[in-house]
């Protein structure tokens, strides 16, 4: 039933896309040589998306967050211990009047947290970072560059106002979760991949959920194969 929700949430975020989609006009001739390399200085910085939002999303979300998740793996042989794979972004989330943006800025590859996290998922162990760590990032985040965007589509969603396929919103089955962020994204082999932050508990700094990763991929023929990983979140306030 999880898989088949999460194939749904994929399908409700790719539609959308899909629908804007036109045709591919003739790609112009090459410029002259000399005029590639000043066009491409001269252009503005990529932006990602602007995230869909659907819902009465609280303005606390803004901010410079700190995310951590903590997704769960198959235990296979180890039993009934919890094994974990951590990973750790920092998003900007802002809002330009009735829109929302979601900007995930780079961190630096010294960064504090990385001893601490790598050896959490060298032995499976949930990470949870340090105070002082953090508090050096947030000291940091004002000076932090905006990653390139590599998603198609971001949304911001409270339950039951996500539009499905089959109507623009519909109320869900029970969901335990106060507003969701959610990813989407796209590749040669991976129809779809999409990333769900659920927040549950929410405070000024510091959110707290479940995260779930999916995707619908076809790895070089007809067969689709669903995958879906879920594990806890935290988002710590940095700015």
Not at 55 to 82: C, F, H, M, Q, Y
Not at 111 to 116: F, G, I, V
Not at 119 to 135: H, L, S
Not at 149 to 155: A, E
Request: aromatic share 6%; proline share 12%; with cysteine.
């Amino acid at each position: 039933m999880r898989t088949v929700r999460m194939l749904m949430l994929i399908t409700a975020l790719l539609l959308p896309a899909c629908a804007a989609k036109k045709p591919a006009p003739a790609p112009p001739p090459p410029p002259p040589a000399g005029e590639e390399a000043a066009a491409a200085e001269a252009a503005p910085p990529q932006r990602p998306p602007l995230a869909d939002a659907y819902g009465n999303i609280p303005e606390s979300l803004t901010g410079t967050w700190l995310v951590v998740a903590n997704l769960k793996l198959p235990t296979g042989a180890t039993g009934s211990r919890d094994v974990y794979n951590n990973s750790i972004k920092v998003f900007r989330i802002s809002r330009e009047e009735e829109h929302w943006r979601v900007d995930e800025l780079a961190l630096a590859n010294a960064n504090p947290l990385s001893p601490a996290l790598d050896k959490a998922n060298q032995v499976g162990a949930r990470f949870v970072p340090p105070d002082d760590a953090r508090e050096h990032i947030a000291r940091e985040a004002g000076s932090m560059a905006v990653e390139p965007p590599h998603v198609d589509r971001i949304v911001i969603y409270t339950p039951g106002q996500l539009p499905t396929p089959r109507k623009r919103a519909r109320p869900t089955e029970a969901q335990d979760f106060r507003f969701a962020l959610g990813f989407l994204e796209k590749g040669e082999h991976i129809v779809a991949a999409g990333t769900t932050y659920e927040a549950q508990q929410v405070s000024d700094k510091e959110i707290a959920g479940l995260v779930k990763i999916a995707s619908i991929s076809a790895p070089g023929g007809p067969i689709v194969v669903p995958f879906v990983m879920t594990g806890p979140f935290t988002m710590y306030r940095l700015q």
